[in-house]
């Protein structure tokens, strides 16, 4: 039996037809009609997270994982504006989370009634469309909130993908379930337009023209550019005339230093957005980036570019360097044992120090919630991922990024498949690297947040098996048994460095790659 509010009722409806097959539902007596209706519908599989934050970064795992829209549903009042992180993760992400809020009735809005604010538009630009549903009493009232629904479900999907927001206002009484059958919805069909013969073929022959062209791919990796910058520095015999962005995030900012200097970019990417990254965007074309980068490359192995050879050149003698260097005990070490060993797993990096070191060892695509760049929800984002999924989920992960979002693990739908590597130096260890910054005194305390905390208890608490690391012999060990432990219930390697010898080790891998590259570096 369903809710007898009949917005609740076209809501669910659409969200099936649409198909949305995954809900992240919070508590909250407002919501209850539709988290009920969510639950009750036979095509939605409903995980029950407390933290809205968490939540919202939970069904982006999920949404991630399944490539799908996934819903995540959260009361009246405040609780909306918890979900705003993740939302805004999943706008630069292109990832289409539904976000589904309970409201007040709009004539008690600034009336002071509990938990009432005005929640259409909350969430901003961060959402692709907003519809604030209402609730019908006759025909037209109906046919508009169809409308709504399906205006906001396609315009998740458009484009690439994104958020939106419904807003469900309902009135009491809330909790009458004697419908025995949603109603059949109107569904409005959307097709997406394919990138034409013609224009690959405009691109293609545009960037084999080029005397100097590059091609660069954004999130989900962008490996060891940032070294390769470091080394080429002004040299203008590495500097394109001609840049194919393929769109996301790039990691390095050197890398966007340099490519700013460069005479033109064009970007594909699949909502068509104008993404002027390197500030000289000439051309945008919406379409399958990654086709259009796979039909370059095969071009370029009929017929190689002498331009792209030296970059090939180039990246091939770093990598090598990178895979020869040894670094001591440090959290550089830890990303490299683990990467050198985990295999197939689906990995997710949390942002900072862990991407950057993944930038360098990882030799597959990774995930990581660069959209925004945020360090909050990157752990509830993995452990989302592996809830809808049968592969093994790593999440490496610093501490701040960690125990700010420690409730993650606070959660009854989490499984052995979950694995996380915890990289704890007691602070934000990227402070360290930021020139200038060690002549503030404030700069240990209260910039980077030293703290003495290890993960053992919250492990304790939420039932994750835990393993730590002080040492190199331990780290190889540890990292043994994370990668290969049969467990039912998450896994979770503690590695404790300390943050100077980190900044030492990274800064040794620098100067060890300019001075095995001298021929290449200029003054």
């Known amino acids: 039996m369903y809710s007898n509010k009949e917005q609740v009722n076209i809501l669910t409806s659409l969200l099936v037809a ?33 933290d809205e934050r968490s939540a919202a970064f939970y069904a982006l ?71 604030s549903l209402p609730e019908p009493h006759d025909d037209d009232e109906r046919w508009y909130c169809n409308r709504l629904v399906n205006e ?44 034409s013969p013609a224009t690959l073929s405009h691109i293609t022959r545009m960037f084999l023209q080029a005397k100097r062209p590059l091609l660069i791919s954004g999130q989900p990796m962008n490996p060891l550019f940032d070294e390769a910058v470091t080394l080429v520095g002004d040299d203008e015999t590495y500097l394109p005339d001609f840049v194919l962005y ?59 570019h002498p331009f792209m050879q ?11 360097q990178a895979d020869a260097y040894e670094p001591a005990y440090s959290q550089m070490a830890a990303v490299k044992y683990f990467e050198r060993y985990v295999g197939e797993a689906q990995i997710h990096y949390a942002n900072s120090t862990a991407i950057r070191l993944a930038n360098t060892f990882a030799k597959h695509p990774v ?14 984002t993995a452990a989302g991922f592996s809830v809808v999924s049968d592969d093994r989920v790593f999440c490496v992960i610093g501490d701040l990024s960690f125990f700010y979002d420690q409730n993650a693990l606070w959660n009854q739908n989490l499984r052995g498949n979950l694995r996380i590597l915890l990289l704890n130096n007691g602070r934000g260890g990227i402070f360290n690297m930021l020139p200038g910054l060690e002549q503030s005194p404030a700069r240990d305390a209260f910039v980077a947040a030293t ?57 040794e891998y620098y100067r060890d790659i300019v001075k095995c590259n001298k021929d290449i570096v200029t003054d």
């Not at 805004?88 to 309970?102: F, K, R, T």
């Not at 958020?163 to 009458?176: A, C, G, K, S």
């Not at 393993?467 to 390697?493: F, Y």
Request: charged share 20%; net charge negative; proline share 6%.
């Open 61 to 131: 795992g999920m949404s991630q994982a399944r490539r799908q829209p996934v819903v995540v549903c959260a009361t009246s009042g405040t609780a909306l504006l918890n979900l705003a992180p993740a939302v805004a993760e999943a706008y630069y992400q292109h990832i289409p989370l539904v976000v589904i809020s309970a409201d007040r009735p709009a004539a008690w809005i600034d009336q002071l009634d509990g938990q009432t604010m005005p929640q259409p538009d909350a969430l901003g630009r961060f959402v692709r469309k907003a519809v």
């Open 310 to 320: 030296k970059w090939d050149e180039l990246l091939t003698r770093i990598r090598q």
């Open 152 to 195: 906001a479900l396609i315009a998740a999907m458009q484009g690439g993908g994104g958020p939106v927001h419904i807003n469900v206002p309902i009135t009491e009484p809330l909790f009458d379930f004697s419908v025995p059958l949603l109603p059949v919805e109107r569904k409005i069909e959307y097709a997406a337009a394919d990138m």
């Open 18 to 50: 649409h198909g949305v097959r995954h809900a992240v539902v919070c508590p909250g007596s407002r919501n209850a009609p539709i988290v009920h209706n969510l639950n009750e519908c036979p095509d939605i599989a409903c995980y029950p997270v407390t």
């Open 246 to 304: 393929i769109g996301g995030s790039i990691v390095s900012k050197r890398l966007k230093r340099f490519l700013r200097k460069a005479k033109e970019t064009w970007v594909v990417n699949a909502t068509g957005e104008v993404n002027d990254t390197f500030m000289n965007l000439t051309h945008i074309f919406q379409g399958d980036g990654e086709a259009v980068a796979d039909h370059i490359r095969f071009m370029m192995v009929m017929e190689p």
């Open 451 to 507: 703290h003495q905390t290890s993960a053992e208890g919250i492990c304790q608490q939420n039932d994750v098996v835990y393993l730590s690391a002080s040492d190199m012999p331990q780290l190889r060990a540890g990292i043994d048994t994370l990668l290969n432990i049969d467990s039912t219930r998450p896994v979770l390697l503690e590695v404790f460095t300390d943050a100077a010898a980190d900044e030492q080790v990274y800064r």
């Open 367 to 380: 995930w990581c919630n660069r959209g925004v760049n945020g360090i909050e929800g990157s752990l509830s």
